[in-house]
């Protein structure tokens, strides 16, 4: 994924879409989704900030009871810094719904 490519309003219009395409074809009697995802190769030329900080919010104010569980896998150390900054401004209940798993 390349989010420097994409406005903020692009970005927030995939992330609704996606997870309300996710939940719209739950099967009957699921009623959460496990996000997965996979940083391998993630440095400052694929990551924007300003997204990160306005996307954030919307998963945990409009989707947390939907989140079971967010695995990150293959974080690096700046991606790892990144969110050690970012967790004290969400929620406690998102922030035990993630876990990030290191890769040095």
């Given at each position: 994924?390349?989010p420097?490519?994409?406005?903020n ?35 400052f ?20 009871e939907r ?38």
């Amino acid at each position: 994924m390349r989010p420097k490519e994409f406005s903020n309003e692009q970005m927030r219009k995939f992330l609704f879409y996606t997870l309300e395409e996710a939940t719209r074809r739950f099967s009957p009697g699921v009623e959460t989704y496990l996000i997965l995802a996979d940083f391998s190769g993630s440095g400052f030329s694929n990551i924007n900030l300003s997204q990160m900080k306005e996307l954030a919010p919307i998963i945990q104010d409009c989707y947390t009871e939907r989140m079971h569980m967010m695995v990150s896998v293959n974080v690096n150390f700046l991606l790892r810094t990144i969110w050690t900054l970012l967790k004290p401004f969400l929620d406690e209940i998102t922030v035990k719904k993630v876990l990030v798993h290191y890769n040095p």
